[in-house]
């Protein structure tokens, strides 16, 4: 009977739950709460590893999913990056190849031209090198976004010379012209003084006409001319007088100039309250030291210096350049007259292509913000009677 009392005993031991042990041992058996609060301390335990694991598991997630933007976007920039530099070498490969383009089409042209001009015998065959001649210098105006300025500089002279080259040969074949030539000197010189201001004072300050011929038949060392120290007067030249000549104009206060026809260059300096107009001009213009004046100029290349409150109604191929000015104002070349189409295509610019509005300060060079020293002039004050 013991034993089997005892048996049923682990029996009945061994069939209780563990709360029930738990319980028994914490109300029964010596040092049985101290069981219990163990117990009841490692379910806090884990409990509090359980919410900790749940909030790291939280901001792992929050994680997780800032680095894939971080990532994304750095790779992103990456690819931008990598974009860039590939548009960068595509364009100078560009740009290289143009520029072998243009160098073997004008010494091909060039080659064409001096031979003509080493061979013309005859009026026609002079005729075919000016239109030779005229292409290469559109080559050359076509070319001048991706040229260097070395190179630039370098073809442009060739034209000029080339150009001087054929007056030269134009005037040897009609010696003649030699003694017409100054009777439309002061045909010119009248009718300047005939177009003056009412009452202003003579203009001694002409820098007369195309100078003269040499004994040899050709034209002579300079070709620059135009007016200087003019105050109040209309001023005036005709095609004929400045077909690709370099023009300077100085020291003139409240002038008006009209320049028709095809110069090769074109200088302004010094002028104050002037309105000058011109036509289609091979190579550039200068502007240095201007203030309170209006111009219309149609050019390869644009440059201003010095220059304030001035408003320029422009015609240009390359870009315009601005230098220590403030105040001047940009818009469309406007100006016309009769035969300034032909003049266009004697000048080799593009009547298609105009960068009026594309300016370059060399005095400001941040890209993000506006320069303050040019702008664009409104459309309502583009409105301008030029004659």
């Known amino acids: 009977m013991g034993e089997e009392n005892k048996a049923g005993a682990d029996v009945s031991v061994s069939g209780q739950s563990e709360d029930a042990l738990v319980g028994g041992l914490t109300e029964g058996a010596p040092g049985g709460s101290k069981v219990g ?32 933007e971080r990532l994304q976007r750095r790779e992103q920039e990456r690819q931008l990056e990598v974009e860039r530099r590939k548009q960068k070498r595509q364009n100078q490969e560009v740009e290289e190849e143009k520029s072998d383009f243009f160098a073997a089409a004008f010494a091909r042209e060039r080659a064409a031209v001096e031979e003509l001009l080493e061979s013309g015998e005859s009026a026609e065959q ?21 040229l260097a300025a070395y190179d630039l500089r370098q073809g442009q002279e060739t034209v000029t010379r080339l150009q ?24 010119a010189a009248s009718a300047t003084k005939v177009d003056a201001a009412p009452g202003a004072p003579a203009a001694e300050g002409i820098l007369a006409s195309p100078p003269p011929l040499n004994e040899e038949g050709g034209i002579g060392s300079s070709f620059v001319f135009g007016f200087s120290n003019v105050e109040s007067q209309v001023l005036e030249k005709r095609a004929e007088e400045l077909h690709q000549r370099d023009v300077l104009l100085t020291e003139l206060s409240k002038c008006t100039i009209k320049l028709y026809g095809n110069p090769n260059t074109l200088r302004l300096a010094k002028a104050r309250s002037c309105t000058l107009l011109c036509g289609p001009v091979s190579t550039s213009v ?33 870009r315009a350049i601005v230098e220590d000015c403030s105040g001047i104002q940009f818009a469309p070349y406007t100006w016309t007259y009769p035969g300034i189409d032909k003049d266009f295509e004697g000048s080799g610019l593009d ?24 702008s664009i002039l409104p459309e309502e004050e583009r409105v301008i009677q030029w004659d």
């Not at 000016?130 to 559109?138: H, M, V």
């Not at 009609?174 to 009777?183: E, G, I, V, Y």
């Not at 009547?351 to 040019?374: E, H």
């Open 37 to 68: 609060e163990r117990k009841i301390d490692v379910k806090m335990e884990s409990a509090g590893c359980s919410a900790a694991a749940a909030n790291g598991a939280m901001g792992s997630q929050r994680d997780r999913s800032l680095v894939p």
């Open 126 to 146: 002079l005729e075919e090198t000016a239109a030779r001649l005229q292409g290469l210098q559109k080559l050359l105006n076509d070319s001048v976004l991706f």
């Open 164 to 187: 001087a080259t054929l007056a030269e040969r134009r005037q040897e074949l009609q010696p003649k012209k030699r003694f017409a030539f100054k009777t439309r000197r002061k045909d």
């Open 286 to 318: 200068f502007l240095e030291d201007c203030s309170d004046c209006v111009l219309a100029v149609a050019c390869q290349q644009l440059r201003v210096h010095t220059t304030r409150d001035t408003r320029i109604f422009l015609q240009v191929t390359s």
């Open 351 to 374: 009547r298609s292509k105009n960068n009026w509005n594309i300016v370059d300060d060399f005095n400001w060079l941040a890209r993000d913000m506006a320069s303050p020293n040019w």
